[in-house]
């Protein structure tokens, strides 16, 4: 394996930085005998769709990751969740924490978005219980709080 990545480096610095193909390089023989590369290749930036945002979505933070949700929308857990969900006074990972929502409330989006430690909270009302809160949509990995059609 050691010789493999050495190979490579070799390889690598041979294509990058060039080589003395022998003989006089300095052209006083009046000969220039050495192997000329061309210029490396400078990479263009190109703006490309953010890949992270799927077609029914929007991104109400700069920061956070995409939203599905809308104030006024019927939400719930998501199916497989392994947690309950915590409910918050105010939005953001420190707000104090005042109750759960489980798997199978229906939930009323009732304010938000609100945009605080990277993540999308929404005040959720669950219809079963009446019990409110604010809580995060989800994370960069995917949402625990899903739209319901």
């Known amino acids: 394996m050691k010789i493999k990545i050495a190979f490579v480096c070799a390889l690598s610095a ?7 193909a022998g003989g006089n390089s300095d052209g006083a023989n009046g000969s220039n005998d050495s192997i000329r590369l061309p210029p490396a290749w400078t990479p263009t930036a190109v703006a490309l769709p953010d890949a992270g945002v799927e077609q029914g979505t929007w991104r109400p933070c700069d920061d956070g990751p995409a939203s599905q949700l809308q104030l006024g929308d019927r939400a719930k857990i998501e199916d497989n969740a392994a947690f309950a969900v915590r409910l918050r006074r105010e939005p953001g990972l420190n707000g104090t924490i005042s109750g759960t929502i489980v798997v199978g409330d229906i939930l009323e989006v009732t304010n938000g978005p609100a945009c605080l ?9 669950s219809l079963g219980t009446g019990s409110s809160g604010w809580t995060a949509e989800g994370n960069s990995y995917g949402a625990w709080i899903l739209r319901i059609e």
Do not use: A, K, Y
């Open 117 to 125: 430690d990277q993540l999308v909270w929404w005040e959720l009302t």
């Open 14 to 20: 041979f294509i990058l930085i060039g080589c003395s």
